[in-house]
Nanobody, 123 residues
Framework: DVQLVESGGGAVQTGGSLKLSCAVS????????MGWSRQAPGGEREGIAT???????RYRDSVKGRFTISRDNDKNILYLQMNNLTPEDTGVYYC??????????????????WGQGTQVTVS
């Protein structure tokens, strides 16, 4: 089974930056799609970025140009670098994994494995 634990969240001012990490344990196939989703206060969880095993990335328009998703397969860590943050970025951020490669082409929330989330607050 795959387990994921997010870290790196916190409170920042508008225009600031944060880097989230997702530590992964268990076995992952090379074909696994990895992604980040977020849930704003009172809102629904939405996918914001995905990355394939070979490094192909995809971003929701609202974060494109500001966020960067990356992975270190040797260290089993998924990252999300967030720059030029705004209050609209506030929410709980979750990392996710799924063996179905096609999930990396969509911003879905039905991944097979999820972390518990880390809070990001921008004011």
């Amino acid at each position: 089974d795959v387990q994921l634990v997010e870290s790196g969240g916190g409170a920042v001012q508008t225009g600031g930056s944060l880097k989230l990490s997702c530590a992964v344990s268990g076995y992952l196939y090379a074909q696994y799609c990895m992604g980040w989703s977020r849930q704003a206060p009172g809102g629904e969880r939405e996918g914001i970025a995905t990355i394939t095993s070979d490094g192909t990335t995809r971003y929701r328009d609202s974060v494109k140009g500001r966020f960067t998703i990356s992975r270190d397969n040797d260290k089993n860590i998924l990252y999300l670098q967030m720059n030029n943050l705004t209050p609209e970025d506030t929410g709980v951020y979750y990392c996710a994994a799924d063996p179905k490669k096609w999930l990396c082409s969509w911003f879905r929330t039905d991944f097979a494995s999820w972390g518990q989330g880390t809070q990001v607050t921008v004011s």
